[in-house]
T-cell receptor, first 114, second 114 residues
Framework: NAGVMQNPRHLVRRRGQEARLRCSPM?????VYWYRQLPEEGLKFMVY????????ESGMPKERFSAEFPKEGPSILRIQQVVRGDSAAYFC????????????FGPGTRLTVL | SQKIEQNSEALNIQEGKTATLTCNYT??????LQWYRQDPGRGPVFLLL?????KEKRKERLKVTFDTTLKQSLFHITASQPADSATYLC?????????????FGGGTRLMVKP
């Protein structure tokens, strides 16, 4: 029973390039959450998605960041024209969505912007 | 504004002693509170959830208390072991639509020395 999968685990991009981070939730989970963790800081909520719907994106920067969770396939967090300040660990979590649940986290993608 | 505070300084204790970590919050009325463990380079792992109408919750060597009057949760690890060394995060819920967004504290790093 696989847990939450994220890939790649490490991603290096140059300033101005695009970064695509993928998250496959646990089997049977229909709710996906993305968080960002800067070095020595806590997790910051970015966006909450269900299949084909963005439920809450109050934590997403207004520009360059977007997220989707298509009917088929993994959830994607996309960062366009990356800057050095985007360097962080990005974690995806999933839950079954039956009311209030604990969230199960993936191993994270560590993005480094050169 | 809403704030969740955990002691940012590392907590160093001797093996066998009880570790006590604190989570304080302001301008918040969470229905429940969760504690997670995070090891370096890994995603958070759920440990315990306590609801607003529960004073105390236990799981093996772990104990969590939740005082909604003081707006504080305490997390105890009894008979601590070096393997308990990690960063511990508290998280409060923010209900929205059909799911729940978690707001995390900055975490407290625990070091258990043999």
């Amino acid at each position: 029973n696989a847990g939450v999968m994220q890939n790649p685990r490490h991603l290096v991009r140059r300033r101005g390039q695009e970064a695509r981070l993928r998250c496959s939730p646990m089997k049977g989970h229909s709710h996906v959450y993305w968080y960002r963790q800067l070095p020595e800081e806590g997790l910051k909520f970015m966006v909450y998605l269900q299949k084909e719907n963005i439920i809450d994106e109050s934590g997403m920067p207004k520009e360059r960041f977007s997220a989707e969770f298509p009917k088929e396939g993994p959830s994607i967090l996309r960062i366009q024209q990356v800057v050095r300040g985007d360097s962080a660990a990005y974690f995806c979590a999933s839950s079954p969505g039956q009311g209030r649940d604990t969230q199960y986290f993936g191993p994270g993608t560590r993005l480094t912007v050169l | 504004s809403q704030k969740i505070e955990q002691n940012s300084e590392a907590l160093n204790i001797q093996e066998g002693k009880t570790a006590t970590l604190t989570c304080n919050y302001t301008n918040y009325s969470p229905a429940y509170l969760q504690w997670y463990r995070q090891d370096p380079g890994r995603g958070p792992v759920f440990l315990l959830l306590i609801r607003e109408n529960e004073k105390e919750k236990r799981k093996e060597r772990l104990k969590v208390t939740f005082d909604t009057t003081l707006k504080q949760s305490l997390f105890h690890i009894t008979a601590s072991q070096p393997a308990d060394s990690a960063t511990y995060l508290c998280a409060l819920d923010r209900l929205n639509n059909a799911g729940n967004m978690l707001t995390f504290g900055g975490g407290t790093r625990l070091m258990v020395k043999p």
